[in-house]
């Protein structure tokens, strides 16, 4: 699995923040790692100057097989903002997976014959 970080000219942190950005992403969907080719982060500041909810960050992953899955969350920091969108990605993907397997774990009419 891929990690790709981008930010805007408003966050501050560069190659650091990628890396460490890259590390938590690996850890927390590892168990996906099988179903996902890549997963791209978009860091932005909305509101640079002013205070509050104002670090975005938006999840896009690439599951193999299915369409894309996006989440974002804000967050007075990256890292808040980071960890909250994880966590909307983690349910994202159980429910995106869940629904191509039914309870017993076999296909089902929407995997069919698809190699998934």
Avoid: Y
């Avoid at 699995?1 to 990628?18: F, N, P, R, W, Y």
């Avoid at 100057?49 to 899955?69: F, H, Q, S, W």
């Amino acid at each position: 699995m891929q990690v790709q970080v981008h930010t805007d000219d408003k966050i501050h942190g560069g190659e650091s923040l990628a890396q460490w950005a890259q590390s938590e992403l690996q850890d927390r969907l590892a168990r996906f790692r099988e179903h996902l080719t890549r997963v791209e982060v978009f860091f932005t500041d909305e509101n640079s100057t002013k205070g509050g909810l104002d670090k975005r960050c938006r999840l896009e992953a690439r599951v193999a097989g299915r369409p894309p899955v996006a989440v974002t969350a804000e967050a007075e920091k990256v890292a808040e903002a980071l960890t909250k969108a994880a966590d909307k990605l983690i349910h994202a993907l159980d429910s995106d997976l869940g629904r191509a397997k039914d309870h017993h774990g076999h296909d089902t009419i929407r995997t069919q014959g698809t190699g998934e």
